[in-house]
């Protein structure tokens, strides 16, 4: 998958795919499945993690995380930011969960080599943004994975969108410095469609509670007002591990 790719299209293949394998990746927390997907004459591999293998957090309610990773697809495409890869809530073998497609990448090209690539830091910038805006609780520097094409892909967003401040990442490098106007310029137009609740933002919406999207649009607003990127606090502002 490129940068390029056609999201409307990825999604259809995504919904209507039949599994023909679920394997479970033993390192994360909670139930995660590496898929084959199957649809007509393509076959592709997609990340699913079903609800109900969800770990139950004291901070978030149970049985939303799986939401929250096609919210943040949802998010992205919003902003105009095509680095959330296509995410979708559907039925699998494990019952209703998010399932994504794969990204290939090498895992050692994470966050802290990237950064030092001065044409990556643009799409890092956004990527900063978007946390803040989605207020991300687990930005780890493995969660922005690197393609053949340079283009760099977020994953792992089950631990967004919550009402409280919850903003926990190694992406700091310009904290307190100004944001680009072009990317002020699409947060603010997010905030338009989400303040309208019109079709735009409609698919996000449908995503998050009441509780959820008001916060939403309170944090564009007054990332908007400061324009700057964020500044860690005094309490847990790094996730651990780091990457």
């Known amino acids: 998958m490129t940068e390029g790719t056609d999201f409307a299209e990825a999604e259809e293949l995504l ?11 033993w390192y994360s927390s909670n139930y995660v499945y590496l898929a084959q997907l199957c649809a007509g004459d393509q076959q592709f591999a997609a990340v699913y993690k079903p609800k109900k293998g969800e770990s139950p957090l004291w901070d978030f309610p149970e049985g939303s995380l ?3 990773e096609a919210a943040a697809y949802e998010l992205g495409k919003l902003l105009g930011w095509p680095f959330v890869p296509p995410t979708v809530v559907r039925d699998g073998p494990q019952g209703v969960g998010s399932v994504q497609v794969f990204i290939p990448h090498d895992p050692e090209q994470h966050f802290f080599q990237q950064r030092e690539d001065p044409e990556l830091i643009p799409q890092l910038q956004r990527i900063c943004v ?6 991300n609780a687990d930005r780890k520097g493995g969660h922005c994975l690197l393609d053949g094409s340079h283009h760099i892909w977020g994953i792992d967003h089950g631990l967004c969108f919550h009402p409280q401040n919850k903003l926990r ?11 680009p106007e072009e990317i002020l310029a699409d947060v603010e137009d997010a905030g338009l469609a989400l303040a309208e609740e019109g079709e735009e933002a409609a698919p996000l919406l449908g995503l998050l509670h009441q509780h959820e999207a008001a ?16 500044v860690p606090g005094q309490s847990r502002h790094y996730p651990w591990p780091m990457v």
């Open 15 to 25: 919904r209507a795919a039949e599994f023909l394998d679920c394997r479970p990746l």
């Open 66 to 68: 799986y939401r929250h």
């Open 130 to 135: 978007f946390d803040a805006v989605a207020n």
């Open 169 to 179: 990442s190694v992406i700091w490098d310009w904290a307190g410095e100004d944001i």
């Open 215 to 230: 916060p939403l649009l309170h944090r564009i607003e007054s990332l908007l007002k400061v324009r700057k990127f964020p």
